[in-house]
């Protein structure tokens, strides 16, 4: 088969493809990978064939224009929680518009649609695979009249506030209004096709969640495991991390997308560094140099690595403390690591939440972060042994799901069944 893989320009969006893409060319399947160009670097450290298409997107300078305030909503509402059907109407309609305005149609921008169309009617790929927000990849198989699907590396708390949306939407028409509908429309006409909920969900959802983890959202989803694969960063094991350590390691990490992008963080370096100081421990801080701007003292007891590849760091960790990151956090729980995670806005809330109920770690508020508060959580994170083995338990979880490998066949069968013709 042809398989296309879209991804808008985000290496944190697109690292959750790679190890299917692997998997898919070990199975003989032709594939290709698109985005914007700034990805493509990206694509081909990855061993894959890139398509660059279009310009590059300007979400990061919108967000930049827009500031913190774009996030405000979402931070302060513990709307990700189980139960988005709380919210009023009101609220679903501006998260709609807002999303749609500043996020959706900036990463998914004219020139990267229009040639991502292009590409596909003239190579004819039979299975589209996209990106949970690239909706650029499902108007492109709708033009080809190819198979698609969206892949999850995190859970789809999107769609979930969508549904809700919709259903009470239907009850109330007069004030319905619709604004990633209006926009998914208008593009599909420029190519001649007709929107349908289908271009917003996919034919089918790949979902890496695990049980427990995933949301049950009532659409067409194969399961597959999640396995790590941390990007382009040199993956180079230092010599320092091939003996073990001789005090509970903990990992400090703010996530690559804040450093690639104009989104704001809460977390304060700072703060982080004092919590840990005189701690019996040995902390690992993969911290840039920007990161570090301000920041009057380094602990004694900590290294600070600009990068060095999580999967191999894992290992040899007690505990991680992070920003609530999608891949951080889905690393951690590979491995079974403990986790203090200081989710603050949208998906990250819910997995952080997610992982103080199954036992697996601590959530703290990043606007509620104090160094007390830190230190505290992760005093308890090290000593109590219900969080290690809580942490093992959805690290056993997540192994018993079908590898990449073990899924392919299963997409095959659904890409005969779906594709046009």
């Known amino acids: 088969m042809r398989i296309l893989i879209t991804s808008f320009a985000l290496d944190a969006h697109f690292n959750g493809a790679v190890p299917l893409a692997w998997a898919l060319r070990t199975a003989g399947h032709e594939v290709r990978v698109a985005s914007q160009p700034a990805l493509t670097e990206s694509i081909t450290q990855a061993g894959l064939t890139a398509i660059p298409v279009g310009s590059d997107h300007r979400m990061h300078e919108v967000t930049r224009r827009v500031g913190a305030s774009m996030y405000a909503q979402h931070s302060s509402r513990d709307f990700l929680e189980h139960r988005p059907e709380l919210l009023d109407l009101d609220f679903h309609i501006a998260s709609n518009s807002l999303l749609t305005a500043t996020y959706y149609m900036q990463i998914n921008n004219d020139s990267m649609v229009d040639e991502l169309v292009d590409f596909a009617r003239n190579w004819k790929p039979d299975l589209v695979i996209w990106e949970l927000f690239t909706f650029a990849g499902a108007v492109a198989a709708r033009a080809a009249g190819a198979a698609h699907a969206r892949i999850l590396s995190f859970p789809d708390t999107f769609y979930g506030v969508r549904k809700v949306f919709l259903q009470r939407a239907a009850k109330e028409p007069e004030q319905y209004d619709d604004s990633l509908e209006e926009w998914l429309t208008l593009v599909l006409e420029r190519h001649g096709c007709e929107f349908d909920e289908e271009v917003v969900t996919g034919q089918w959802t790949i979902d890496q969640m695990p049980v427990g983890v995933r949301l049950p959202l009532g659409l067409p989803t194969v399961e597959m495991r999640y396995l790590p694969y941390n990007g382009p960063t040199p993956a180079v094991v230092p010599d320092w991390l091939r003996v073990a350590p001789t005090r509970p390691r903990v990992c400090f990490t703010l996530g690559e997308t804040i450093r690639q992008s ?37 602990p004694g007891n900590t290294r600070v690595v600009d990068r060095v590849p999580l999967a191999a760091l894992m290992p040899s960790c007690s505990a991680i403390v992070h920003h609530g990151g999608a891949g951080t956090w889905a690393t951690a729980a590979a491995y079974g690591v403990p986790q203090v995670a200081m989710g603050w806005m949208w998906d990250a809330i819910y997995r952080a939440q997610r992982l103080e109920e199954l036992g697996a770690g601590l959530h703290i508020p990043s606007f509620e972060l104090t160094v007390e508060k830190l230190r505290e959580k992760l005093v308890r994170v090290l000593e109590e042994p219900s969080f290690t083995e809580g942490a093992q338990r959805l690290r056993d979880v997540m192994a018993a799901a079908a590898s990449p490998n073990e899924t392919v066949p299963v997409l095959e069968r659904l890409t005969t069944q779906h594709r046009a013709g």
Do not use: H, R
């Open 262 to 298: 104009e989104f704001p963080n809460a977390v304060k370096v700072a703060d982080l560094f004092e919590a840990i100081e005189n701690l019996d421990i040995e902390v690992v801080a993969l911290l840039s140099e920007k990161e570090l701007e301000g920041v009057p003292k380094v």
